[in-house]
């Protein structure tokens, strides 16, 4: 009853231990009810702040949560996927809860609004990156959401230094390498917090709503992206999308 984009059908099949919460639905095989309370406690506050941030309530009745044997990590149409690994280290570090924070954002930023093609990816992967590390900063406080940008920024340097940077509007995705991820993924959140920097989260974060209000159930490019934040600040960006987005390097801090 709400457009989705195809390749975020999907299932996951095991003969689970099944929580049903409001509308939350866990799974894990080998987990106890109690273990998977604990592992996605903080599930209803992610979608809580998502739904903030986004400006548009969760779009399903029910989000589901499944531990399984081997994922590093995959969001579907209502559905997160993650590892049994990752269950158990949220189990000996409840702080340790990224990942899923990473896949909730999904829901809105990569299934309700998806890239147009795969060149504009870091609309998917880059807002989801950053909306996970703007979860910690309101769960954890700004330190946790620092060092988050500063493992962005190590990662990214690492990728540029070795010689393999490129634009975010990605020149072809037919072969990604780990690098080729950093790019979209890590380098993509760099982007969006240096525009958080410039505009400052008063003016941020009500151009985020409207974006993703505007574009809710359909597909995105980033020329429209940057129209979108351009009609929301009243700011001409193309000198910020020329320096940070389109480039290569990104200019150094």
Known sequence: DAPAPTYTFGFAAAPFTVVTSGRLRLLGDGFSAAELRRVFADTEGMLHFFEQRAGVPFPHATYTQALV?????????????????????????????????????????GNLVTCEDWTHFWLNEGMATFMAAAYLETRFGRAAYDRAIAGFRTEYARVRDAGGDKPLVFPDWNRPTADDRTIVYQKGALVLHELRTLLGDAVFWPAIRAYTRGAAGHSVTTPAFQRALEAATGRDLSDFFDRWVYARPMPAR
């Open 69 to 109: 044997a081997r994922t590093v990590g995959q969001e579907m149409s209502g559905l997160s996927l993650l590892s049994e690994a990752y269950g158990r280290g949220v189990l000996s570090d409840p702080a340790a809860i990224t990942l899923a924070a990473h896949e909730a954002a999904h829901q809105w930023w």
